[in-house]
């Protein structure tokens, strides 16, 4: 989605060119799986589809939205007017945002906003925290906030949770808004601290596929909040303040503590799977990328058997690819649906993509797609 094809737009729309034309990325988690709402350690890099935002101020109290992916007419808001809860359409991320910056004091007196956006939604790959960050980005810039990037995925983490009402903790932000070409973002999802990781794929002669299951995952349906709720009554019941609090030499000594057969499995994936974000990254540092394959396998079991928020389709994609040489296979973002990620040797990658493709066909799901992701930058101004 190229700026000047969408200041073209704005400008059909509005009246006049917008003042400046802004990009967020969607992103894909590398490992680190529903380990943000527990205090822990993520690991996403930014994808090269991103949403892509013409922007203008304005100074009536008018909110002015506009998405080439949806089709509709303008809608119109009064920035006085906008308040969580109740029904909304696509159209509460980006208000929402406007909410959040309000709230946190900031004069933001309207805007008029057309955005186009190349990131699947509802692929797992983030496209609502896209959304969110592109708006935050322009609003700040627009109105000279001068707030840090960590600030903006705050704020946009508010307006998600809060406004739209879908409990996400604070990675898919974060990422769309921090992260680094050629890097994968290390985030201490505690103190937001972060750390750039090399992760150039291509100079290991590697490729990390993407496989959008085109199956839709239901993100603020009521199993992500059993996940989580699970896990905080597991941190509860060890006396912690959450699951980050137990190291790993701890977990079997917790898991005896817990006496919860339910809450054992939540409590053994949080725990091990921050220790396999710990040796990931140890093993980007040491410059070794095939190595984190398995390690990567390892989170999907772990997601598949002791989380339970696997499917079919995700598990073929990962069986499949491992079956066919791949490196390494997991399923990635909420799961019940969404993507899956499949590290391999470059020279692999056809012959691997037309297996899930062919296994998929034989199960008789929708066919899925399959796309290259490039780690890539991260939120900024276009034009
Ligand atoms: P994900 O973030 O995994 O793609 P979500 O359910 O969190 O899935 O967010 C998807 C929602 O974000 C869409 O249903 C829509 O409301 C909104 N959205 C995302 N991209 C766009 C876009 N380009 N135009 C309008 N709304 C969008
Ligand atoms: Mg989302």
Not at 115 to 123: E, K, Q
Not at 132 to 154: C, K, P, S, T
Not at 156 to 172: F, K, L, S, W
Request: hydrophobic content about 45%.
């Amino acid at each position: 989605m190229g700026a000047q094809q969408v200041a073209d737009r704005f400008a059909e729309l509005y009246g006049a060119g917008p003042e400046g034309v802004w990009a967020a990325p969607g992103r894909v988690n590398l490992i680190g799986e529903h380990t943000d709402y527990n205090d822990g350690f993520v690991m996403p890099f930014a994808l090269p589809h991103q949403a892509v935002a013409a922007v203008s101020r304005r100074t009536d109290g008018v909110l002015r939205l506009h998405s080439a992916d949806i089709g509709d007419s303008v809608a119109e808001l009064r920035v006085d007017d906008l308040a969580p809860g109740g029904d909304h359409d696509w159209t509460a991320y980006p208000a929402g945002v406007v909410w959040a910056l309000r709230e946190a004091g900031h004069a933001i007196t309207g805007a008029d906003v057309h955005l186009a956006s190349t990131v699947p939604t509802g692929a797992g790959l983030s496209s609502s925290a896209a959304l969110e960050v592109v708006i935050a980005l322009a609003l700040d810039d627009l109105y000279g906030l001068g707030l840090r990037r960590w600030q903006l995925a705050r704020l946009c983490q508010r307006a998600e949770n809060v406004y739209v009402g879908a409990p996400t903790g604070i990675m898919d932000q974060t990422a769309s808004a921090c992260c680094e070409a050629g890097h994968a973002l290390f985030l201490d999802t505690r103190d937001l601290s972060q750390r750039q990781i090399p992760f150039d794929l291509a100079a290991g002669g590697l490729r990390l596929l993407v496989v959008d299951t085109q199956v839709k995952h239901a993100h603020s349906g009521g199993e992500y909040g059993k996940r989580r709720a699970g896990c905080e009554k597991g941190a509860a019941l060890l006396g912690v303040d959450a699951l980050r609090d137990i190291p790993y030499d701890g977990l079997d000594a917790a898991l005896a503590r817990l006496g919860d057969e339910e809450i054992v499995p939540l409590v053994r994936h949080v725990v091990t799977e921050n220790e396999r974000v710990e040796r990931t990254v140890a093993l980007l540092r040491a410059g070794d990328p095939r190595a984190i394959g398995p390690v990567l396998t390892e989170g999907h079991a772990s997601l598949r058997d002791d989380f339970r928020i696997s499917c079919p389709e995700l598990d073929l994609v990962v069986d499949t690819a491992l079956a066919g040489g791949a490196l390494g296979a997991r399923m990635t973002g909420g799961g019940f649906g969404g993507s899956a990620i499949v590290l391999a040797e470059a020279t692999d990658v056809e012959t691997l993509t037309k297996a899930v493709e062919e296994a998929f066909a034989a199960a008789g799901f929708t066919a899925p797609r399959v796309f290259e992701a490039v780690p890539s930058a991260g939120a900024r101004r276009l034009a």
